[in-house]
Each structure stands twice: as C-alpha cells, then as structure tokens.
C-alpha cells in the first residue's frame, strides 16, 4: 500500500509464532506432544490483565484479523472493519490477540506440518478437532501470555461457538462472551452442506486419500468446488440477486457450458483464488468441528442444563437474512440461556447480506456491538 495507512488502523502488524512443549490431548483421543500457534496482537496489555479480547476465527479465517503485514500490502485483516482505533474493539482500550486454530493452514500446527514420528507432512493422519480443543489450546495459550481472565471472547460463526464454548468450559476465565451469526449446534441441513464440500475434495483425482503433499500436488479442483457451495451458503438469495441478477459476461447466449453469467463467474473466481491460498485437508478438518459442536450433547440434549455452569455475561447478534444460521438458531440459544438464568443481551439486525454480514460493519450492527463494548471496556477500566 502506497497510500498512508487509515488513522483508524492498528497499522503494521508481524505475527508471531509460540511453541508449545507440553503434550494437548485432544476429544479423539489423540495427543499432539509439541506445537505451534500463530497469533497476532493489537493495543496493549494493561497492568492487570484485565483488557484482553480474544479473537475466535470462523472456518476460513486465520490470525490476521486487523491491519496490514507491510505498507505495500493492499488488503487489511478479515475483521480490520470491527478492530482498530475508535472501532467496536477499540485498540486504545484492549489488547486484542487473535490467533490461528490448530489443523490451520496459516503456520500454526495442522496437516501440512511435519509429523515429528514420520518427518513427512501429517495430511490425513492428523487428528480431528474439536471446538473444544481449540479452547484448551486457547486457554494454554492465555497462560502463555499472563491473561487469567479475558474481558471478552468474540467471535462469528465457528467463532461464536468457540466463544461458547469457553464460557462453558472455563467460566471463570472470561467476563463476556460475543456470540455472532453463530449456532448451538449444526441443523441436518447444514451438516448436509459440509458433506457435499468433504465429498468434493476427497473425490478429487489429486487428493490421493489427503496424501497429495507427497505428490507435490494439490486438489483444487475439489477446494474449489467445495468453496464455491460454502461460498453460495453465506450469501442471501438478495444479496446475490442485486450484485448479478441474471446479467450475462457478453449480453448474449452462448449455448454451452462455460461461465455465461456473472454470478458464475464470480463463484469460479472466488473459488480458484481459495484453492490456492487454503489447504484441503484443513478445510475437511474445520467442517467436522463444525458439525461436532454440540454443547446440549452431553447433557441430555439440553441446552439450557448445559449452559447452568456459564458465569459471564453474552452478547448474541443474528442477522435477518442469514438462512446458513438462522435468527431462531440465535433465539434458540438465548431462550437456553434466560432458562439458565444467564445475562444475555440479544439483537436480530436487519441485513441483506446473509450470513457474511457478520463481517460488513453496518450502522445498526456497529452501533449495537460498540455500546456492548465499549460496557466491556469500562468495566475493565480500560
């Protein structure tokens, strides 16, 4: 980027990489002896400790949230609209740490590291995650970096449920839980979706059974196909309709099959650029711990009971037009919560954008999570 950089960003930013020694045992049973997390940090950590925001990334996301990694670089982070300066997690009030799930692509420890017993990639033969192993890692990570209790965890989507599942599993470790476009478990309908992406990568002639590394190769094919109908999820049928309509690339028919209209267009582009910045076998990964979660679950499949350990306040915002998760998932998870006599504050924000409005600041949305927030803040005297 030539232009200065905007008064409202955190600016430069350089991700770090921590290392961990001590073994995490995972939900499959499964124990990974040593690993790495990348993270990335913005404003600064006040003497108590009482400051710190963590940032949970949804399924494509990664540690860069805010900011940029150098003044050419033309894109800021996936959530710089929501972290900077004088934004709904204003950086002149918290310390923000965002950071890369394990099974990520993005330098912390997953498939396309190397497996100490084999010196070869993991691929397959790393283990399924859970959204509740990301916590615990979270929470060792926190330990690392001398925070016993967040001022609030924060996250959209597979980042709400993280954000759930750390007032559930460490309730006296956070003081807020934001809970975005975000579920308490995976409808059949969703579950069916992931299913089609899996079954689009892995029926990919070069995936070789997630082994593809070792051909120095990759299925980007299957990647693409797979990001194309996650890609279809997120918008609304609205959105969708008012960016392309039915227009055509050459205003006329062509009678075959290539990309005719734009939203095909589109959604070839989209998906040929992720299969090439995202890997397959983590993106399988992140699917099943999508449709693993499910708090209720050990609990008789009751939501509310499973809730009655939560001791932190939650914000929980839905999004009119978000069919992936629906408002009545959102209003499902806070009737658990009044049940369970939790604090819990709750908007539906009328958005035409479906399920990524989440990360497009509109007026109603930016206003309702910058008041929360900026409570959050004052009660950590920041």
Known sequence: MHDPLPTDSVGIVTPQTLHFDTPIT???????????????????????????????HALSGHHHAAGYHSKEDRKPGWWDSCIGPGKP???????????????????????????????????????????????HSQALLADRLGIECWAAVVGGSLGGMQ?????????????????????????AQNIAFNEVARQAITSDREFHDGRYYEYNTLPRRGL????????????????????????????AYKFGYDAEFQVESYLRYQGERFSESFDAN?????????????????HDNDLAKALRGACCEFLVLSFSTDWRFTPARSEELVNAMI??????????????????AFLIPTPRYTAIFEAYMDRVAREAGA
Not at 108 to 132: A, H, K, L
Not at 170 to 187: F, Q
Not at 243 to 248: D, H, I, P, S
């Open 339 to 356: 049940s369970a006599r939790c604090k819990v504050s709750y908007a539906e924000i009328d958005a035409p954008w479906g399920h990524d």
């Open 163 to 187: 954000a759930l599942q750390w007032s559930l599993d460490y309730p006296d470790r956070l003081r807020h839980a934001v809970v975005i476009a975000s579920t308490p478990r995976l409808s």
């Open 224 to 251: 693409m196909l797979a990001r194309m109908v996650g890609h279809i999820t997120y918008l609304s049928d609205a959105s969708m309709g008012e960016k392309f309509g039915r227009e055509l690339r050459d205003q």
């Open 26 to 56: 995972l939900a499959c049973n499964r124990t990974l002896e040593s690993y790495d997390l990348v993270i990335e940090t913005y404003g600064e950590l006040n003497a108590d400790a009482s400051n710190a925001v963590l940032i949970c």
């Open 89 to 135: 997690i204003d950086t002149n009030r918290f310390f923000v740490v965002s950071l890369n799930n394990l099974g990520g692509c993005h330098g912390s420890t997953g498939p396309g590291s190397t497996n100490p017993q084999t010196g070869q990639p993991y691929g397959p033969d790393f283990p399924v995650i859970t959204v509740r192993d990301w916590v």
């Open 282 to 298: 983590t993106y399988l990964l992140m699917t099943k711990a999508l449709d693993y979660f499910d708090p209720a679950y050990e």
